[in-house]
């Protein structure tokens, strides 16, 4: 098979790294990749929201397969798009009414309420009723959740101390702080405990595939202090997630998300990650994005001990039947190298030295490309994560801080302390 993935990011690198062990592939591309994914296959210049370039570049390679990895041609409509352009070409992610999942935090909050899925409380708000958003925000506790309602490349989510600074967030946020993704605002109640990250691969008809289980860690600072970023690490299995926790999980949420699209009749034949938080062994979801998540895909990949291809392919056919999804027993746990100054401004370009210690760890390239002069420098705020198994999570993630540490460039930062609140796992 050829197949195409689309996207440039970890999640990608460790899809690519993934797809390539599969007997079933013949030519990998990917598009547009980074410095690291030219391991795995061919890195080719097009953009993932150029749906014409795609499509012609499809029929001019006999592309068997087309995976979607990021979520901005979902949400904009590609599988809608190659349904027209290219009818026989299955494609590993949802139509843009699918989409909206995680396009529009208003639409799955609905969707979450409307279909009894355990979630937050909620209302959302724009510009002209500002004034209700202030009165609902009286009848919360402390702290406070204000989200944009459309993509925000993972920034649109505000959690805040006090009243007042709650009711100036919703002010500035209706007033453009994120552009239009937030000239919706939702509001929701906090709810406290310990967050994970769920992924389903479903067919559109029914049929779906648990894969392993991740925990990641969005701030920047140890101790879960600081601004949130694209994710600074990941482990799995999570030890909170044991099969009573998870019969919750596929009963009240994975199984009213499957078919409360087919209800609507929404062909959704992808990924879907649910955002999920633990409340007292209790299963809540935060949010749903349509593709897998970034770190996560880094510790997911390696867990999958099944072929990935043949399942991604009888999902966009259609038809998972009774495909088996295997799970590797062992750990994984994954490590990101960071640019000095993310998620804030940060310098890029800066030469990359240590690729080649990785020891058994594996190295996926996030914001990382090949500059003029044939070296690899970075070129984003989240630049390598690695990868690593281990009998236990302590001794995987071990490994992958041995990795990190040999990774050199200037102004490189990453957390310590990945994983710290499991220390017997």
Known sequence: ????????????????????????????????????????????????????????????????LLVVGNEDPLVAG?????????????????????????????FSKRFMTEEGIPTARYRSFTAGTIADGYAFLETLQPPYVLKADGLAAGKGVLIVPT???AREALAQMLHGMFGQSSATV?????????????????????????????????????????LNTGGMGAVSPVPFADDAFMAKVEERIVRPTVDGLIRRGIDYRGFIFLGLINVGGEPYVIEYNVRMGDPETEVVMLRVASDLVPLMLAAAKGHL???????????????????????????????????DLAGDSI????????????????????????????????QALATSYKAIEALQFDKKYFRRDIGNEFPNS
């Not at 599969?22 to 953009?47: E, R």
């Open 186 to 226: 939702v509001i929701e109640e906090f709810l406290s405990g310990i967050e994970c990250s769920v992924f389903v691969l479903t067919d559109g008809h029914g049929g779906y595939r648990i894969l392993p289980v991740a925990k990641d860690y969005k701030r920047i600072g140890e101790g879960d202090t600081g």
């Open 363 to 394: 190295l996926f390239h996030a914001g990382t490309k090949i500059d003029a002069d044939g070296r690899l420098v970075t070129s984003g705020g989240r630049v390598i994560a690695a990868s690593s198994y281990g009998p236990t999570l302590q």
């Open 321 to 355: 039947g009774d495909m088996v999804l295997d799970h590797d027993t062992r750990c994984a746990a994954t490590v990101m190298a960071v640019s000095g100054g993310y998620p804030e401004a940060y310098e890029q370009g800066k030469a990359i030295s240590g690729t």
């Open 163 to 165: 009243l007042a600074e």
């Open 78 to 106: 590609i599988v809608d798009y190659m349904r027209q352009a290219v009818p026989a070409l299955p494609v590993v992610g949802p139509e843009k009414a699918g989409a909206m999942l995680e396009g529009s935090k208003d």
């Open 1 to 64: 098979m050829n197949i195409l993935l689309l996207g440039s990011g970890g999640r990608e690198s460790a899809l690519a790294w993934k797809i390539s062990q599969s007997p079933l592939t013949n030519q990998l591309y990917i598009a547009p990749g980074n410095g690291g994914t030219g391991a795995y296959g061919t890195n080719v210049a097009l953009s993932p929201v150029d749906f014409p370039a795609i499509a012609q570049f499809v029929r001019d390679h006999a592309i068997d």
